[in-house]
């Protein structure tokens, strides 16, 4: 780390900002929003394309279309650049299962699976445009399908397969998928998860699905529907070789993936091919300076936009190396992660704080029976990273010797917005600090009014300017895309996020603005979990608030009232958990709950947040000068001591009867 001597500004920063001396960093962020449209055609430029866009950027507010005309495919950026060349005996991925065996894939063998799977969809009469739904394990039939959609000019869906059969449900028929793929089952931690089972419960609630593809991963016996479901080994067996490409054009939807806003129904993200790509493509070679020798392991599922962006689109578009594990962190034993470091040679290591503060809690000696000095640059997503985990990870994972990228960004803008650069210069790091905007990133930190912040003051982080990666809607819902991102501050992107931008213009992200949560990374909305809770018999009202924890970042807090005639009781709290695993999945397990006579209302019925959240982490209710809510100053203390009364009774009501 190194401090600042002299002062410049850039055009972005809020007058008054000191700056690093940084030369190259500062000149192509300022060109990149000074002449958007020329920066980003010269990047666009380094990829692929059989023909070139009309237009770099056709902007009508909210909606951006970007190399307008262009044709191009995602299959073909990310294989046949590279098997035209000498990296088709390049290692392309790096496979581990959880039980210890392993898959080398080489770009030549990337390109043969993908060209068959292609093949297969094809005569499943999937085409161009039609969208297929992926609910499989970190098995590298995932890639592999996704690039053979993508081939085709077809849609990919990925659900992450820790969800439930419910949530499958409600993405495929939002999506009215014809076509799914999952697997006879996973593995995790030692064991199975009935994938295929969850996927036919799953589908008792989908007309629109006709065919249900199956990967043989775990052999065990599954339950199969004559004439829907086909496994792809018999189908691969008579697969064409080779499929040609689909050209589609720049705006063709590459993948539909669904994230968690403010209501309970889960948002359709559309990405597009030709914005996505150029965005990623470029934003990693700044972030990570990936070279052919790189090994490169980002840790994230598949089945979450890191694992679209960082896993798959991004690096195989630069023909890198990645590694692709199946399991459990920390299976069979804690030092399973860094084992598979030393055992592949992972140069680039891009994980998730969470995962940090639970290797943190079970101590360095792990990490010191393993080499990990193959390791050169150390990257963080998905959450704000504490300083004491930035240092540990920076220490004893990185051994002092690796920079950390920590890197914002978000389902919504499809790749990496602010971050340092070490491709582009060596930005001086401050641990707790994603640094700067990326090249062609407009970011700023306003007031509830849209007005930008002086340095050192939080307020919200918006985006000023479209950028390449930007989601081209919400699936069918252009009215919630409107809603969700361009009506708090018109013209400006609204992230959702807190921030603060220091004197030296870095940003620190300082966690949800909204009723979205982060529960160890993953991204779920309160109202969807609230609405899964009152689906139980037993519940009339429920509401969720959230507190600090140590490993996950947040904790889920559960506030119930219950229908009448029922009565708090362990076995109760019991079931509405297991309600809520099958109806979510197990990210959406409560920390606590609690059981209450009634929930803080305003006298138009809107649940009072703060107080939750004042009772879920023991906090007084604070300033209530600034009240968001219709409610009375009076009205939500009110509220609070019934509620802090009342949780607190009925958590020694609990204790009691436990006892
Ligand atoms: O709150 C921010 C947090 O994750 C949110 C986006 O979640 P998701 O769409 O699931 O994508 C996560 C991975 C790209 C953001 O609104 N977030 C993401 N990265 C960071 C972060 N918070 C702080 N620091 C980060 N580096």
């Not at 085409?127 to 085709?152: F, S, T």
């Not at 004439?227 to 040609?244: H, I, K, N, P, Y």
Request: aromatic residues 10%; charged residues 25%.
């Amino acid at each position: 780390m190194t401090n600042s001597t002299e002062a410049e500004t850039v055009s972005s920063l809020p007058t008054g900002t000191r700056m690093w001396p940084l030369k190259r960093y500062i000149e192509m962020h300022r060109h990149s929003l000074d002449d958007p449209k020329g920066f980003w055609a010269e990047e666009a430029r380094k990829l692929d394309w059989y023909k070139t866009w009309d237009k770099v950027l056709d902007w009508k507010p909210p909606y951006a279309k970007w190399f307008v005309g262009g044709k191009l495919n995602a299959s073909f950026q990310c294989i046949d650049r590279h098997v035209r060349t000498w990296r088709k005996s390049k290692v392309a991925i790096y496979w581990e299962g959880e039980t210890g065996e392993t898959r080398v894939c080489s770009y030549s063998t990337l390109f043969r699976a993908v060209n068959r799977i292609a093949s297969v969809l094809k005569k499943l009469g999937v085409g161009k445009g039609d969208k297929v739904v992926l609910y499989l394990p970190m098995i590298l039939e995932l890639p592999y399908l996704m690039l053979a959609c993508a081939r085709i000019g077809a849609v990919h869906t990925v659900i992450f397969s820790g969800f439930s059969a419910q949530a499958i449900a409600d993405r495929v028929n939002d999506i009215q998928a014809k076509v799914i793929v999952t697997a006879d089952g996973g593995y995790r931690r030692g064991k199975i998860i009935a994938l295929k089972e969850i996927t036919d419960e799953a589908l008792k609630r989908c007309p629109s699905v006709e065919k249900v593809v199956v990967v043989k991963r775990t052999g065990e016996a599954i339950p199969w529907t004559e004439g829907r479901d086909v496994w792809l080994s018999s189908m691969l067996e008579d697969a064409e070789s080779f499929v040609t490409p689909e050209p589609v054009e720049s705006n063709h939807p590459l993948y539909i993936l669904y994230t968690s806003g403010t209501t309970g129904k889960p948002k359709g993200v559309v990405h597009s091919t030709g914005g996505y790509l150029v965005f990623n493509h470029s934003t990693y070679q700044w972030v990570f300076n990936i070279r052919d020798e790189s090994v490169f392991w980002c840790t994230a599922d598949v089945g979450w936009v890191t694992g679209h962006s960082s896993i798959v689109y991004a690096p195989l578009s630069h023909g890198a190396a990645i590694v692709l594990y199946e399991g459990a962190p920390d299976y069979p034993t804690v030092d399973r992660w860094w084992d598979i470091i030393e055992k592949y040679g992972v140069t680039i290591f891009y994980t998730s704080p969470t995962a940090i503060r639970m290797f943190m809690r079970a101590g360095k000696e792990w990490l010191e029976k393993h080499d990990l000095s193959s390791l050169e640059l150390l990257g963080s997503v998905g959450e704000p990273i504490n300083p004491e985990a930035w240092q540990w990870f920076y220490k004893h994972i990185g051994q002092d010797r690796c920079p950390i990228v920590d890197t914002w960004w978000q389902t919504e803008t499809g790749g990496i917005m602010i971050a340092p650069a070490p491709g582009i210069e060596a930005i001086p790091l401050k641990p707790g600090s994603a640094t700067l905007p990326l090249p062609g990133v407009d970011a700023a930190v306003v007031d509830a009014s849209g007005k930008e912040l002086p340095p050192n003051q939080t307020g919200l982080l918006i985006i000023r300017k479209p950028w390449p990666g930007m989601l081209l809607d919400i699936y069918e819902s252009p009215q919630r895309y409107q809603e969700s991102y361009w009506s708090h501050f018109p013209g400006l992107y609204y992230s959702g996020d807190f921030a603060m931008r220091d004197e030296d213009g870095y940003f620190w992200l300082l966690g949800r603005a909204d009723e979205v949560l982060k529960i160890a990374g993953h991204r779920i909305g309160t109202a969807e979990i609230e609405d899964a809770v009152i689906a139980h018999p037993s519940v009339a009202e429920a509401a969720v608030a959230s507190k600090p924890d140590e490993i996950k970042g947040e904790a889920l807090v559960l506030f119930i009232t219950l229908i009448e005639g029922e009565s708090p009781s362990s076995t109760l709290k019991k079931e509405i958990i297991q309600h809520l695993r099958h109806a979510i999945g197990p990210i959406a397990t409560p920390d606590e709950i609690y059981f209450v006579e009634s929930l803080p209302k305003t006298r138009s019925g809107k649940i009072i947040r703060r107080v939750l959240k004042a009772v879920a982490t023991g906090q007084s209710l604070g300033d209530l000068t600034t009240l968001e809510d219709t409610a009375s100053v009076e009205e939500v203390k009110r509220a609070y001591e019934r509620l802090k009364n009342a949780s607190g009774k009925a958590k020694k009501l609990l204790e009691a009867k436990r006892a």
